[in-house]
């Protein structure tokens, strides 16, 4: 494989284990702000912002994890016949089904960049008592949209790479 491929490899992975790894972590911010939301209806003077802080937390971390999923492989996979092929049969249906992949990839991460750019555009902000802002999370979506989109790129080389009986 060309020398682009391995510095692309290496560049991609290397930016979806820093993020996916920091990611990670948002489980502990979440948890700090429903123990808050605990605390705070113990109280007995309730914060309006927990709730909605803890799910936008939850969609970063979903998100933003989920190339990272992909990069380890760990996310779930239906085989019933995947499993049976030779390791080349498996990288050749995975070049196939990977473009499938990146074309559905392609259109979420376009209507995603659209609504941030309405979100943008119009300061939207959520219909609650709290009114935060959506730019913050839609952009979140969109990134992590891009890096699922540039993982699958990874993928499509190993796959060709392992077809032609490269290793990457």
Not at 3 to 29: K, P, T
Request: contains cysteine; glycine residues 6%.
């Amino acid at each position: 494989m060309p020398g682009w491929c391995h510095a692309y490899v290496r560049f991609v992975e290397g930016l979806n284990r820093r993020i996916g790894r920091f990611a990670m972590y948002l489980l502990y911010v979440m948890m700090a702000i429903m123990l808050w939301s605990s605390v705070t209806k113990i109280m007995h003077v309730p914060a309006l912002w927990t709730l909605e802080m803890a799910q936008f937390t939850l969609v970063a971390y979903y998100m933003l994890g989920a190339p990272y999923s992909f990069q380890l492989d760990t996310n779930v996979r239906m085989d019933l016949i995947y499993a049976r092929f030779t390791t080349k049969g498996q990288a050749l249906w995975d070049v196939f089904t990977v473009f499938v992949l990146m074309f559905y990839l392609g259109v979420m991460l376009w209507g995603a960049f659209d609504s941030t750019v309405y979100s943008f555009s119009v300061n939207e902000r959520n219909p609650t008592a709290w009114r935060p802002p959506l730019w913050p999370i839609k952009s979140i979506i969109t990134i992590s949209f891009a890096l699922m989109l540039l993982q699958a790129g990874v993928h499509l080389i190993r796959d060709i790479a392992t077809v032609r009986g490269e290793k990457i």
